[in-house]
């Protein structure tokens, strides 16, 4: 077990032979005396793009914070690109990753929240090249290259120089997006990334997403939009309570549900 992984640049899709890029096992969370992943599996492969369902409460948040090292698991383990997240290795022994080294591992993933999260005293441009300079020792010129592409890649190339609050939501949530690429990810979490955007504002964010699902971007998506999940997902997962009830293809899991639970909770919000 390597102590760090080499980040890709864009990955490639479908590659077979490949470890997976998370593998979650038994994972387990509480808070106080509230059990709220009772043993979560989950493993994504590379250009893999899943998509979870579940009602509000069922733990999908915690359970990506537990990916990203925002939050400590209790119980199982998770690997990201084949380190495992917390630990590192000592010898022949695997003891608790320092904060410094879980800081260092977070940074092959990119996240983007439901609330955009952009710094509101810098541009669009200086969001970008932020974590790349300031962490990875990017050089500034070429940070500013690439955040450029990519604000390009997002449909924001003229509106590098823009602050936050001079855009719209769904110009802001573009922004976070291409600053979470702006690391270089080899995986990409989404949670909710459409829910606080007005309705009309919704498709110009999924259709970003389903672009990097299209590149062979590896992505973990939390949302309620189940059309996007029926075109975009390579396989949706639905979380209740703690626990994945069902998983599979979209056309499965959506379409002809196994699971009551699934079943219910898809005629709610259909
Ligand atoms: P979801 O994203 O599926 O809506 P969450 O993972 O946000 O679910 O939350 C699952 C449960 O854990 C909820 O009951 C929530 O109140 C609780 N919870 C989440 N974060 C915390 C926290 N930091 N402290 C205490 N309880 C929390
Ligand atoms: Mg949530």
Known sequence: MKAETATTDVPTAGAGDQPPVVVARDVHKSFGRVEVLKGIDLDVRRGEVVVILGPSGSGKSTFLRCINHLEEMDAGSITVGGVQIGYQVHGDRLVRASDRLAARQRLTVGMVFQQF????????????IEAPVGLHHVPRAAARGRALELLEMVGLGDR?????RQLSGGQQQRVAIARALAIQPELLLFDEPTSALDP???????????????????MIIVTHEIGFARQAA????????????EAGQPSAVIDAPQHPRTQSFLARIH
Request: aromatic share 8%; proline share 2%; net charge negative.
């Open 117 to 128: 999260n952009l710094f509101g005293h810098m541009t669009a441009l200086e969001n970008l």
């Open 160 to 164: 590098a120089d823009a602050y936050p």
């Open 200 to 218: 009309e504002l919704v498709g110009e964010v999924l259709a970003t997403m389903r672009q990097l699902a299209d590149e062979g971007y590896t």
């Open 234 to 245: 390579d396989r949706v997962v639905f979380m209740d309570d703690g626990v994945v009830v």
